[in-house]
């Protein structure tokens, strides 16, 4: 249970698992910092009644460079992704991309949210 600091590509030996679990999200504001939460709950084949196994929270920052992994790994979202997004205004910093990352500018060129 804690906050991310940091995504970062990891070298650990990995494979598929076996079990497929719920998650919730919930949006929280604290102290002016947005963040949002995900909670995995036990698979069916846990023996006790489900309960919160593990969660996370991002704040907006880690937000981004996890959408930017997103659409690395699956670049064919890209259309999903843009239908997804909610009507901004192109005046708006945050539809822009100013003070983004060089890639989040580039991913959101690519959805035309910039020219």
């Given at each position: 249970?804690?906050?991310?600091?940091?995504?970062?590509?990891?070298?650990?030996?990995?494979?598929p698992h076996d079990s497929e679990v719920d998650c919730?999200?919930?949006?929280?504001?604290?102290?002016?910092?947005?963040?949002?939460?995900?909670?995995?709950?036990?698979?069916?084949?846990?023996?006790?009644?489900?309960?919160?196994?593990?969660?996370?929270?991002?704040?907006?920052?880690?937000?981004?460079?996890?959408?930017?992994?997103?659409?690395?790994?699956?670049?064919?979202?890209?259309?999903?992704?843009?239908?997804?997004?909610?009507?901004?205004?192109?005046?708006?910093?945050?539809?822009?991309?100013?003070?983004?990352?060089?890639?989040?500018?580039?991913?959101?060129?690519?959805?035309?949210?910039?020219?």
């Amino acid at each position: 249970m804690a906050r991310i600091r940091s995504i970062a590509e990891g070298t650990q030996n990995i494979r598929p698992h076996d079990s497929e679990v719920d998650c919730f999200y919930n949006v929280l504001d604290e102290d002016g910092i947005r963040l949002l939460h995900l909670t995995t709950f036990g698979s069916d084949h846990r023996k006790s009644k489900p309960k919160s196994s593990q969660s996370i929270q991002l704040d907006r920052d880690m937000a981004v460079q996890l959408i930017e992994v997103l659409l690395k790994t699956f670049p064919d979202i890209l259309p999903a992704a843009k239908a997804a997004l909610p009507a901004t205004s192109s005046s708006s910093s945050s539809s822009n991309g100013e003070g983004e990352s060089p890639i989040f500018q580039s991913l959101l060129k690519e959805l035309g949210i910039t020219d």
